[in-house]
């Protein structure tokens, strides 16, 4: 199995930025597709970024339009480590965070948080006004 466990949520003011890391057990991470999520309260989990599994450096990266230009997702197989760096927040962006991982995620997939095995135990953001 793999273990992921994000960290770096915090407050911000509106206009700041965060960088989210999610570090991840196991030997295999690089052949697991990964991706960022979050759910406010009330609200359903959210899509906002996934990037593939990767040869090399070579991978993709696809983002949610309401924070594509924003937000830029990455990761170190060599750390075990996917990133969420976020830039330009705003108060509607106040969430839990969450990474998953999966296997072959397909591109009519990747939105879907059913289709991920793994999820870290979410980070809070809070965006103040």
């Known amino acids: 199995q793999v273990q992921l466990v994000e960290s770096g949520g915090g407050l911000v003011q509106a206009g700041g930025s965060l960088r989210l890391s999610c570090v991840a057990s196991g030997r295999a991470f690089s052949m697991y597709d990964t991706a960022w999520f979050r759910q406010a309260p009330g609200k359903e989990r959210e899509f906002l970024a996934t990037?593939?599994?990767?040869?090399?450096?070579?991978?993709?990266?696809y983002y949610a339009d309401s924070v594509k230009g924003r937000f830029t997702i990455s990761r170190d197989n060599a750390k075990k480590t996917v990133y969420l760096q976020m830039s330009s927040l705003k108060p509607e962006d106040t969430a839990v965070y969450y990474c998953?991982?999966?296997?072959?995620?397909?591109?009519?997939?990747?939105?879907?948080?059913?289709?991920?095995?793994?999820w870290g135990q979410g980070t809070q953001v809070t965006v103040s006004s």
């Open positions: 998953a991982a999966g296997v072959s995620i397909t591109p009519a997939q990747r939105v879907g948080a059913h289709n991920y095995d793994y």
């Open positions: 990037t593939s599994r990767s040869t090399g450096s070579i991978y993709y990266a």
